[in-house]
């Protein structure tokens, strides 16, 4: 089994940036991508941006490209999301989720065969 928990949620003034960070515990060795997911109240959960192990493959949604950097940090077992210039319509709870499988392209955008989520950490982004 693997643990994952959120970091570095919070409220932020559009235009403003959040660092979120998730630390894995357990059988992180089992881990191949690991990313973000996020759900805005009303909506369906949406994909982010996920990094593979080595970090040769990283994925992101249209939404982040160009603001959000992801990275990976094996050492530690952690993940971080870099989000800059921050809009009212990132807000959201962001999961921080795992896989043991590999994936590519539109694969990795879905929550299928992503076995393990945290509890997710709240970022808020005010106009």
């Known amino acids: 089994q693997v643990q994952l928990v959120e970091s570095g949620g919070g409220l932020v003034q559009a235009g403003g940036s959040l660092r979120l960070s998730c630390a894995a515990s357990?059988?992180?060795?089992?881990?191949?991508?690991m990313g973000w997911f996020r759900q805005a109240p009303g909506k369906e959960r949406e994909f982010v941006a996920v990094i593979s192990r080595n970090g040769y493959s990283i994925y992101y949604a249209n939404s982040a490209k160009g603001r959000f950097t992801i990275s990976r940090d094996n050492a530690k077992s952690t993940v971080t999301l870099q989000m800059n210039n921050l809009k009212p319509e990132d807000t959201a709870v962001y999961y921080c989720?795992?896989?043991?499988?590999?994936?590519?392209?539109?694969?990795?955008?879905?929550?299928?065969?992503?076995?393990?989520w945290g509890q997710g950490t709240q970022v808020s982004v005010s106009s």
């Open positions: 357990g059988r992180t060795d089992s881990i191949y991508f």
């Open positions: 989720a795992a896989r043991p499988t590999i994936c590519s392209g539109y694969a990795c955008s879905t929550d299928r065969g992503y076995d393990y």
